[in-house]
């Protein structure tokens, strides 16, 4: 019975065996890591039992391994919620699967892949953008803010306190799409950006006071199949004007107030 | 009370199927789907997509192990295409592969040679050529042949609803692992976890107990994940099974509104007879159903459009015949009313043309002929009913007169826009109907530190049910809510669940969480009893819903020691219970009983204005009164308000599914598919919660609110239809639903 213990001489591999080993190694360091961190503990069994004839050949402890290889390999530096992140890429890949597949950022939600339903808005240099209809690699050296990215620690900002107040969502699904696209909304208002809905369409830009038709308009990229929408534009409307918003739709005897039914 | 998952959504944490970390190793699915309608299918190559980069296997229907069908009502729905093709859309190969664009890539290197066969695409098309689902459903109530000859006014017409895409944004999807002895562990957005147990036990030969479903939320279902959510799960299972590899298929949007069924469309005949007090006196009503290729659920969606074929009327005599026709679309499915709003549209439309016939407003002939308590319905359940306060409170509070009024004034002044006005009563049943499905379990664990773990087969998607269960455990055992946590919906915990639908999840399992609750209640007091301490909860604690619930500072030390105390003394701090709906039945072979729990009542008056010129249209308000019983939760059911409004608007006016005469879907994205956008929601909606104290079988007293109030969106059809009027009187348009802006153009200037 062959000793697996016993580390091969290299010398007695061809360059392919060595291949082979090299990613064997490597796929089971990181199943193993999934596999630890995911309890899986039963399915690790089932594979460990295949792979133990390869389970003895140490890796080097500092061994770095080239990720799996990537067809149109670009790397990408991008400053994501604060912090660096340098990543090789598929040039083809969208800026929504390198935060939900690459980064493990799986907040913005891909809910058409086609930019038709906003679910997947973030924020890119201060501007909302579809995060399935942006390449990652465009976004090489761009600030980028998801909704993981909003929160200082356990405090909230302001957009999603609002939003949790005025009941913005149901299934949450459309929420940090929502929520992103607001935020960076307001901000376009900030800066006197126009809308199809602007009057004032001369002169120099400053900044808006939006009404709620504005507010629609401007959020109308966004869809929620649940029909939040007058919550969601009432959670905006606070948080644009700074004032607490009239229930328009309390039960009618009960007044502006909450009160217990 | 907020839902509980406010601040994980805020914050973009809360997991959906396809955030749930993947095992390396995941294989992911795509399948290779039927361009045809109908045809045999006479080969499938699968070798230029096997040998395509990554790709690990392609499966067919030869491969399973099990059966190759996923059937729940009827078995007649193939997993796999195997000799015919039924829709286009229907799956025919599984490409595997090492990444989701490999699989996908190679998905369209099958090749598949198919015989062209006729396709049928209209309900009335397949009656004609006796295609249908199943024979016949029939309701009798009195004799409406004897009764028309005796009626002052008999009119009589055909109507139309059109199908609607559910469109949650989180699409259908499935991820499976294999487990220990051969078994499977699945997760899935589904709606009915059992469901999805069944079907994988059926394509995998793999029995139930090995099979474990887990659901943690849906990003919406509204019926679309009920049975529809099996084949993804089945497809990944069976993949499992053949690979031994982990399996993920989360459906591209276009692949789920290609393959999945929607809405079911109906086309209906209707004849109504009046006396000369504008009673309804009989009521014929014919409903062809186009249930597409399959079977479904559209058998109980058909039953449920008898049930509701009346809506808030008493009609003594009615004769409702419901025909389930087989086409080449894919198999139509649950939608948020299921059937019953498609029921309701007729009978409308019948009053409509009546009342333009007659000169006389829609909502006179309403009002004289909604229901009163111990009326008799069509089949035969004695209604305790509200119909006639919601109606009279809505009037009171919103003064229809003087909105009609306004309406009539605006309308005088000329211009391009005209106002129509519209009221909308609706009386939704609640329970499932067929009797059996009404049960639900619920498994309470208190924990030594005071916390409570409660598990059942509600699946929580937006509409708030593990609040309210939360809301339950909490308030019965007088804790705070942050004590509690509602666990994901897993078939090794609750087994054998009703689908979470119906609207009646939250009285299922809120009903069996109750009990749970307080059977480890009794016996934490028979504890304090023993202690010589005062039972628990306090005095004031413990009422239920909003009002309050636990403690006011959230702090119990009290309920920590009393749980001590119990453990020590070897008490047990667990309880699965059962909760089976009293009361219900309903016997198919006489077509009568009592299959409701009972009934949730509500008027809606629904302002629209028209532009005459464009056909483009926006509703000035929806105001409505609507039965909760006792709302124990206000901001949820409010929502859920709110939002069947949306969805019935939709339904009625911009939702359009389109098929062309060659089976294929033609509105097959999100640019050709409208669904309400922010700006499609009313100006203002207004609720008024209905006064009521009678008694009912809801949890808490709190009625069902999911998926009435959709059908307060019918009556945006009938206020865009006045409107139309209004702009000629001489122009009385068809009853065909959905009333696209360009329909509204077309209606406006015929020539």
Same mark, same amino acid.
């Given at each position: 019975?062959?000793?697996?213990?016993?580390?091969?001489?290299?010398?007695?591999?061809?360059?392919?065996?060595?291949?082979?080993?090299?990613?064997?190694?490597?796929?089971?360091?990181?199943?193993?890591?999934?596999?630890?961190?995911?309890?899986?503990?039963?399915?690790?069994?089932?594979?460990?039992?295949?792979?133990?004839?390869?389970?003895?050949?140490?890796?080097?402890?500092?061994?770095?391994?080239?990720?799996?290889?990537?067809?149109?390999?670009?790397?990408?530096?991008?400053?994501?919620?604060?912090?660096?992140?340098?990543?090789?890429?598929?040039?083809?890949?969208?800026?929504?699967?390198?935060?939900?597949?690459?980064?493990?950022?799986?907040?913005?939600?891909?809910?058409?892949?086609?930019?038709?339903?906003?679910?997947?808005?973030?924020?890119?240099?201060?501007?909302?953008?579809?995060?399935?209809?942006?390449?990652?690699?465009?976004?090489?050296?761009?600030?980028?803010?998801?909704?993981?990215?909003?929160?200082?620690?356990?405090?909230?900002?302001?957009?999603?306190?609002?939003?949790?107040?005025?009941?913005?969502?149901?299934?949450?699904?459309?929420?940090?799409?929502?929520?992103?696209?607001?935020?960076?909304?307001?901000?376009?208002?900030?800066?006197?950006?126009?809308?199809?809905?602007?009057?004032?369409?001369?002169?120099?830009?400053?900044?808006?006071?939006?009404?709620?038709?504005?507010?629609?308009?401007?959020?109308?990229?966004?869809?929620?199949?649940?029909?939040?929408?007058?919550?969601?534009?009432?959670?905006?409307?606070?948080?644009?004007?700074?004032?607490?918003?009239?229930?328009?739709?309390?039960?009618?005897?009960?007044?502006?107030?909450?009160?217990?039914? | 009370?907020?839902?509980?998952?406010?601040?994980?959504?805020?914050?973009?944490?809360?997991?959906?199927?396809?955030?749930?970390?993947?095992?390396?190793?995941?294989?992911?699915?795509?399948?290779?789907?039927?361009?045809?309608?109908?045809?045999?299918?006479?080969?499938?190559?699968?070798?230029?997509?096997?040998?395509?980069? /990554?790709?690990? %296997?392609?499966?067919?229907?030869?491969? @399973?192990?099990? !059966?190759? *069908?996923?059937?729940?009502? #009827? &078995?007649? =729905?193939?997993?796999?295409?195997?000799?015919?093709?039924?829709?286009?859309?229907?799956?025919?190969?599984?490409?595997?592969?090492?990444?989701?664009?490999?699989?996908?890539?190679?998905?369209?290197?099958?090749?598949?040679?198919?015989?062209?066969?006729?396709?049928?695409?209209?309900?009335?098309?397949?009656?004609?050529?006796?295609?249908?689902?199943?024979?016949?459903?029939?309701?009798?109530?009195?004799?409406?042949?004897?009764?028309?000859?005796?009626?002052?006014?008999?009119?009589? /017409?055909?109507? %139309?609803?059109?199908?609607?895409?559910? @469109?949650?944004? !989180?699409? *259908?999807?499935?991820?499976? #692992? &294999?487990? =220990?002895?051969?078994?499977?562990?699945?997760?899935?957005?589904?709606?009915?976890?059992?469901?999805?147990?069944?079907?994988?036990?059926?394509?995998?030969?793999?029995?139930?107990?090995?099979?474990?479903?887990?659901?943690?939320?849906?990003?919406?279902?509204?019926?679309?994940?009920?049975?529809?959510?099996?084949?993804?799960?089945?497809?990944?299972?069976?993949?499992?099974?053949?690979?031994?590899?982990?399996?993920?298929?989360?459906?591209?949007?276009?692949?789920?509104?290609?393959?999945?069924?929607? %809405?079911?469309?109906?086309?209906?005949?209707?004849?109504?007879?009046?006396?000369?007090?504008?009673?309804?006196?009989?009521?014929?009503?014919?409903?062809?159903?186009?249930?597409?290729?399959?079977?479904?659920?559209?058998?109980?969606?058909?039953?449920?459009?008898?049930?509701?074929?009346?809506?808030?009327?008493?009609?003594?005599?009615?004769?409702?015949?419901?025909?389930?026709?087989?086409?080449?679309?894919?198999?139509?499915?649950?939608?948020?009313?299921?059937?019953?709003?498609?029921?309701?549209?007729?009978?409308?439309?019948?009053?409509?043309?009546?009342?333009?016939?007659?000169?006389?407003?829609?909502?006179?002939?309403?009002?004289?002929?909604?229901?009163?308590?111990?009326?008799?319905?069509?089949?035969?359940?004695?209604?305790?009913?509200?119909?006639?306060?919601?109606?009279?409170?809505?009037?009171?509070?919103?003064?229809?007169?003087?909105?009609?009024?306004?309406?009539?004034?605006?309308?005088?002044?000329?211009?391009?826009?005209?106002?129509?006005?519209?009221?909308?009563?609706?009386?939704?049943?609640?329970?499932?109907?067929?009797?059996?499905?009404?049960?639900?379990?619920?498994?309470?664990?208190?924990?030594?530190?005071?916390?409570?773990?409660?598990?059942?087969?509600?699946?929580?998607?937006?509409?708030?049910?593990?609040?309210?269960?939360?809301?339950?455990?909490?308030?019965?055992?007088?804790?705070?809510?942050?004590?509690?946590?509602?666990?994901?919906?897993?078939?090794?915990?609750?087994?054998?669940?009703?689908?979470?639908?119906?609207?009646?999840?939250?009285?299922?399992?809120?009903?069996?969480?109750?009990?749970?609750?307080?059977?480890?209640?009794?016996?934490?007091?028979?504890?304090?009893?023993?202690?010589?301490?005062?039972?628990?909860?306090?005095?004031?604690?413990?009422?239920?819903?909003?009002?309050?619930?636990?403690?006011?500072?959230?702090?119990?030390?009290?309920?920590?020691?009393?749980?001590?105390?119990?453990?020590?003394?070897?008490?047990?701090?667990?309880?699965?219970?059962?909760?089976?709906?009293?009361?219900?039945?309903?016997?198919?072979?006489?077509?009568?009983?009592?299959?409701?729990?009972?009934?949730?009542?509500?008027?809606?008056?629904?302002?629209?204005?028209?532009?005459?010129?464009?056909?483009?249209?926006?509703?000035?308000?929806?105001?409505?009164?609507?039965?909760?019983?006792?709302?124990?939760?206000?901001?949820?059911?409010?929502?859920?308000?709110?939002?069947?409004?949306?969805?019935?608007?939709?339904?009625?006016?911009?939702?359009?599914?389109?098929?062309?005469?060659?089976?294929?879907?033609?509105?097959?994205?999100?640019?050709?598919?409208?669904?309400?956008?922010?700006?499609?929601?009313?100006?203002?909606?207004?609720?008024?919660?209905?006064?009521?104290?009678?008694?009912?079988?809801?949890?808490?007293?709190?009625?069902?609110?999911?998926?009435?109030?959709?059908?307060?969106?019918?009556?945006?059809?009938?206020?865009?239809?006045?409107?139309?009027?209004?702009?000629?009187?001489?122009?009385?348009?068809?009853?065909?639903?959905?009333?696209?802006?360009?329909?509204?153009?077309?209606?406006?200037?015929?020539?």
């Amino acid at each position: 019975m062959t000793d697996y213990n016993e580390r091969p001489d290299s010398e007695e591999l061809s360059d392919d065996e060595r291949a082979i080993l090299s990613e064997l190694g490597e796929s089971r360091r990181k199943f193993l890591g999934t596999v630890s961190a995911t309890t899986f503990g039963v399915l690790a069994a089932q594979l460990l039992a295949e792979q133990e004839i390869l389970a003895n050949y140490r890796v080097p402890e500092d061994a770095v391994f080239a990720p799996v290889a990537e067809e149109n390999a670009v790397s990408v530096t991008l400053n994501i919620n604060g912090t660096k992140r340098a990543l090789s890429l598929d040039s083809r890949v969208t800026l929504l699967d390198a935060l939900r597949e690459k980064l493990g950022l799986t907040g913005s939600k891909k809910g058409c892949d086609h930019g038709q339903c906003g679910s997947c808005t973030v924020i890119v240099d201060g501007r909302r953008v579809l995060s399935c209809l942006t390449l990652a690699a465009t976004c090489e050296g761009k600030t980028v803010t998801t909704i993981e990215g909003l929160a200082k620690g356990d405090d909230l900002h302001p957009m999603q306190e609002a939003f949790i107040k005025y009941d913005g969502f149901q299934c949450g699904y459309c929420t940090p799409g929502q929520i992103c696209s607001a935020v960076a909304m307001l901000d376009e208002a900030k800066r006197g950006q126009l809308s199809y809905l602007s009057e004032n369409i001369r002169g120099k830009a400053r900044a808006v006071k939006l009404s709620d038709d504005e507010i629609r308009e401007r959020m109308s990229g966004n869809l929620c199949r649940c029909g939040a929408y007058p919550n969601i534009v009432k959670a905006i409307r606070e948080v644009h004007t700074g004032t607490e918003v009239a229930e328009t739709w309390e039960f009618v005897k009960e007044g502006v107030n909450d009160a217990a039914v | 009370m907020k839902n509980l998952d406010s601040k994980s959504h805020v914050r973009g944490e809360s997991v959906y199927l396809d955030d749930i970390p993947v095992v390396e190793g995941t294989l992911y699915a795509c399948v290779f789907d039927s361009p045809v309608a109908h045809g045999k299918l006479r080969s499938v190559n699968t070798d230029e997509a096997a040998s395509a980069p /990554g790709v690990v %296997r392609v499966i067919t229907a030869n491969d @399973l192990i099990g !059966e190759n *069908q996923i059937g729940g009502i #009827l &078995p007649d =729905e193939p997993l796999l295409a195997n000799g015919e093709v039924h829709f286009c859309g229907m799956p025919i190969a599984v490409v595997l592969a090492e990444s989701d664009e490999q699989a996908r890539a190679a998905a369209s290197l099958v090749k598949a040679e198919i015989e062209p066969l006729e396709a049928i695409v209209d309900a009335r098309e397949a009656f004609a050529k006796g295609s249908l689902i199943a024979a016949p459903k029939r309701f009798k109530l009195g004799d409406t042949e004897k009764a028309f000859e005796s009626c002052a006014h008999v009119f009589e /017409g055909k109507t %139309r609803s059109g199908g609607q895409e559910h @469109l949650y944004i !989180e699409t *259908q999807g499935a991820y499976t #692992l &294999p487990s =220990e002895t051969g078994g499977l562990r699945v997760f899935s957005s589904t709606q009915g976890p059992t469901a999805v147990q069944k079907a994988v036990a059926s394509v995998t030969g793999i029995p139930m107990n090995l099979i474990e479903v887990d659901v943690t939320r849906l990003g919406g279902g509204f019926g679309g994940k009920e049975d529809q959510a099996n084949a993804w799960a089945a497809i990944c299972a069976v993949s499992t099974q053949l690979t031994k590899r982990p399996v993920k298929y989360s459906l591209h949007r276009m692949e789920d509104m290609r393959m999945t069924g929607k %809405r079911h469309p109906y086309s209906s005949d209707y004849r109504i007879g009046l006396d000369a007090d504008l009673r309804i006196v009989a009521y014929d009503v014919v409903f062809y159903q186009n249930a597409g290729a399959s079977c479904d659920l559209s058998l109980p969606v058909l039953e449920r459009t008898l049930f509701h074929c009346t809506n808030s009327y008493f009609i003594p005599n009615v004769s409702a015949v419901a025909y389930s026709c087989k086409t080449n679309l894919p198999p139509n499915t649950a939608f948020r009313g299921f059937g019953g709003p498609q029921g309701m549209f007729v009978i409308e439309s019948a009053i409509a043309h009546a009342a333009d016939a007659l000169g006389v407003d829609r909502d006179e002939i309403q009002r004289r002929n909604l229901l009163s308590s111990g009326d008799e319905l069509p089949y035969g359940q004695i209604v305790e009913s509200e119909a006639r306060e919601a109606w009279s409170q809505a009037d009171s509070v919103y003064d229809f007169a003087t909105l009609k009024k306004e309406a009539d004034e605006f309308n005088k002044t000329g211009g391009h826009l005209k106002k129509g006005v519209a009221m909308m009563p609706i009386c939704f049943g609640i329970s499932f109907t067929k009797t059996p499905m009404n049960q639900a379990r619920s498994l309470v664990h208190v924990y030594t530190d005071g916390s409570v773990a409660v598990s059942t087969g509600a699946v929580e998607m937006g509409q708030g049910v593990n609040t309210k269960i939360a809301q339950v455990a909490a308030s019965v055992f007088g804790i705070s809510i942050e004590k509690v946590k509602v666990h994901t919906t897993n078939t090794l915990r609750i087994a054998n669940t009703s689908p979470t639908a119906a609207s009646a999840a939250a009285d299922l399992n809120g009903k069996a969480t109750q009990i749970a609750c307080e059977k480890i209640l009794e016996r934490l007091n028979e504890v304090a009893a023993e202690l010589e301490l005062e039972s628990w909860p306090p005095v004031g604690t413990g009422s239920g819903g909003d009002r309050q619930i636990g403690p006011p500072e959230g702090e119990t030390p009290n309920w920590v020691e009393l749980v001590n105390e119990a453990h020590l003394r070897r008490v047990n701090l667990s309880e699965h219970a059962h909760y089976a709906t009293p009361g219900v039945g309903f016997d198919w072979s006489v077509a009568k009983g009592h299959p409701f729990a009972y009934h949730v009542f509500g008027t809606a008056i629904v302002g629209a204005t028209v532009d005459c010129l464009r056909g483009t249209y926006e509703f000035d308000y929806v105001k409505c009164c609507h039965d909760f019983g006792q709302s124990m939760n206000s901001a949820v059911d409010r929502g859920q308000i709110e939002g069947g409004i949306v969805q019935g608007i939709g339904w009625m006016t911009i939702e359009e599914v389109v098929y062309d005469s060659e089976g294929r879907l033609r509105s097959n994205a999100l640019s050709t598919y409208k669904i309400p956008d922010v700006y499609s929601v009313p100006d203002e909606i207004a609720i008024e919660a209905l006064e009521t104290t009678r008694p009912n079988l809801a949890v808490f007293n709190s009625k069902a609110v999911g998926e009435p109030p959709l059908m307060y969106g019918i009556g945006a059809y009938f206020a865009i239809r006045e409107a139309v009027k209004a702009f000629d009187k001489e122009n009385l348009p068809a009853f065909d639903a959905p009333f696209t802006a360009e329909k509204v153009l077309m209606n406006l200037h015929r020539s």
